[in-house]
């Protein structure tokens, strides 16, 4: 079960999260990483982030790894200096893996057909991917559950923008949970339509085990979309407010990548409520991508074996 690069939900297989989520959680019970050091880790985030980058550095440190910070305003980027030959510098200099947020959908795919001597991390693509969120939130789920067979999970908010959402449903399907989808209908696009219904939030609601509540991403709406939104509006059609939060489940949990618009997505009491689990999804984080990154800097992952292992 050898991977060398962690960019896409599509190279997770249900045994391979099992795995990931045993070692995360052994990780946060007090293991030790089994890595050969030194190693050296650079974060390339061209994006704004505070949880993923952060938790990836921490995740980075806890291993022994060494970071070399990197800020890709004061970088050759900036004088037209391709993203692969950027990756090829730092590997020459002794940078072992790479951890990228960039804003154009699948950019890994033409890094990896390059063959570049480092590893790659996803840390989130566009509107595409985000494979180390969709892991954290399955350790939170299986904390939570032990098991995800059978789950109810609604999945609500702004679906068409939301790496989140695309990265959730495909593995959280493939494990056996029931997804139902809320939020605009606009945004309900085709994409979704095979791992689970459209249906109005207040009927999701009682219903599920698993709310997770995805952010309205202003940064991506077009500025027709920006114009016509309204956030009272959203907030009592698509949001958990005091009225509807009483309807939950007691048993189930309240989920959200973050950051949080409060009074959007969620009433802003209701951002640590007992049924929250928000801060404890970043916590995990930490742990998680701790495993992310250890399974693919094994020794055994050398560059003659590199396996991309996409197997949807």
């Known amino acids: 079960m050898s991977i060398t690069d962690f960019v896409s939900a599509n190279q997770v297989t249900p045994q391979l999260a099992d795995l990931l989520i045993q070692r995360a959680e052994a990780f946060k019970g007090g293991a030790t990483p089994n890595l050969p050091l030194p190693m050296y880790a650079a974060n390339l985030f061209f994006e704004p982030s505070t949880r993923t980058h952060t938790s990836f550095e921490m995740a980075e440190r806890k291993l022994g790894m060494t970071v070399l910070p990197f800020d890709p305003r004061q970088s050759s980027v900036t004088k037209g200096e391709t993203l692969a030959d950027t990756l090829r510098t730092l590997a020459a200099i002794g940078v072992q893996v790479a951890v990228i947020r960039h804003p154009v959908n699948a950019y890994y795919q033409s890094l990896l057909a390059e063959h570049l001597p480092l590893h790659i991390v996803n840390a989130g ?17 299986h904390e ?27 593995m959280l399907h493939d494990l056996g949970a029931e997804l139902t989808f809320s939020g605009p209908k606009a945004w309900y696009t085709k994409e979704f339509e095979k791992y689970g219904p459209y249906e109005p939030m207040a009927d999701i609601v009682p219903k599920v085990d698993v709310l997770m509540l995805l952010r309205v991403q202003f940064e991506r709406l ?6 016509e939104f309204s956030e009272a509006t959203y907030h009592e059609r698509f949001g958990l407010s005091d009225q509807l939060y009483p309807k939950l489940k007691k048993s ?61």
Request: net charge negative.
């Open 144 to 170: 939570e559950f032990g098991h995800f067979k059978g789950l109810k999970v609604g999945i609500v908010g702004d679906l068409s923008h939301s790496r989140v959402a695309k990265s959730d449903m495909q």
């Open 125 to 141: 693509d566009g509107a595409g991917q985000h494979p180390s969120q969709m892991m954290l939130d399955l350790m939170t789920i």
């Open 222 to 227: 077009s500025e027709a979309e920006k114009a």
């Open 252 to 312: 189930a949990i309240i989920m959200h990548p973050a950051p949080v618009n409060r009074g959007i997505e969620l009433a802003d009491d209701l951002v640590l409520c007992p049924q929250s689990r928000i801060f404890q999804q970043m916590h995990n984080g930490v742990f998680m991508r701790m495993a992310m990154l250890e399974q693919i800097m094994q020794p055994q992952a050398t560059e003659g074996s590199r396996v991309h292992a996409f197997t949807h």
